[in-house]
């Protein structure tokens, strides 16, 4: 591990952000937790930052030499948002970038694939994290998890597609590791779990860990797409559904070694982490 320098992370209370910046403040770096409200986190300097906001930029930046970057959650187009920041991020002196991507986005596709392409053009030191579905979409806040509590139900449009879920743990290890390693990792990662399931399966294992019956609603393209956009812009919400359509055609039927050949141990398994967060109701 190199021990030089500032670590921003961008969304530093959101899923993976919190968890990167716990990871990185334990291993004894300095990190600036950057979110709207500048909230407080333990260890860590908290700043004010909001990407429809670049007056804010600055500030984040001062003093930062590596960045983690959680492009806005919902933004069909980031690319107009991110850049300008990447941009002035390069200029005021940091020389990591690690960008949260979806392994669902290849470099130069639609949404943050635009940001992909574009990292290696202004960074000599960089990496693109693509998580597969993370589990936590059944524990949290994600309206998976509302459903699953509310009506025990998992609405989807991937009908039996598998996919390799992926702790929101093991993509904060990961993105410790590329931003704080010697030498950055292989600039491209897709990290997923050690197992593809399918929604039936999930609903299964939240069954047997809380107690409670949860069941798998297959849904139409068209379903989901119109559900989605009671929360996220519509533009998204197409797009989001279009993921799910690509599930059910196999896109996400995978596993990679990525987690263990970064942090030395196996990727957890989706019931270790439902019985983690959950746990058996009461």
Request: hydrophobic fraction near 45%; charged fraction near 25%.
């Amino acid at each position: 591990m190199t021990a030089a320098g500032t670590t921003l992370v961008i969304g530093a209370t959101g899923t993976t952000g919190s968890r990167t910046t716990a990871r990185l403040v334990a291993a004894g770096h300095r990190v600036r937790a950057a979110s709207r409200r500048g909230t407080p986190l333990p260890g860590a300097e908290p700043v004010r930052f909001d990407w429809f906001e670049p007056a804010t930029f600055d500030g984040a930046l001062a003093g930062a030499d590596r960045v983690y970057v959680v492009p806005p959650v919902g933004e069909p187009d980031p690319a107009p948002v991110v850049l300008p920041f990447l941009r002035r991020a390069r200029a005021a002196g940091v020389r990591r970038a690690v960008l949260l991507s979806s392994s669902a986005v290849p470099e130069g596709g639609p949404a943050v694939g635009v940001v992909h392409r574009a990292l290696p053009g202004l960074f000599d030191e960089w990496a693109v994290l693509r998580p597969s579905w993370f589990m936590q979409n059944f524990t949290g806040r994600h309206p998976h998890a509302r459903s699953i509590r509310e009506d025990g139900v998992i609405l989807t449009a991937t009908g039996g597609g598998r996919i390799g879920f992926v702790d929101a743990d093991d993509i904060a290890a990961v993105a410790v590791h590329a931003l704080t390693d010697d030498r950055v990792p292989d600039g491209d990662l897709v990290l997923t779990g050690p197992e593809t399931l399918d929604h039936d399966e999930v609903a299964a294992v939240v069954t047997e860990v809380t107690g409670r019956p949860v069941v798998h609603r297959r849904l139409s393209h068209d379903e989901l797409r119109d559900r989605l956009a009671a929360w996220v812009p519509v533009e998204f919400a197409a797009l989001l559904a279009g993921m799910d359509r690509a599930i059910e055609g196999g896109a996400e039927d995978r596993t990679t070694d990525t987690v263990r050949r970064l942090t030395g141990r196996p990727p957890r398994s989706f019931r270790l982490v439902v019985e983690r967060e959950w746990g058996r109701a009461r």
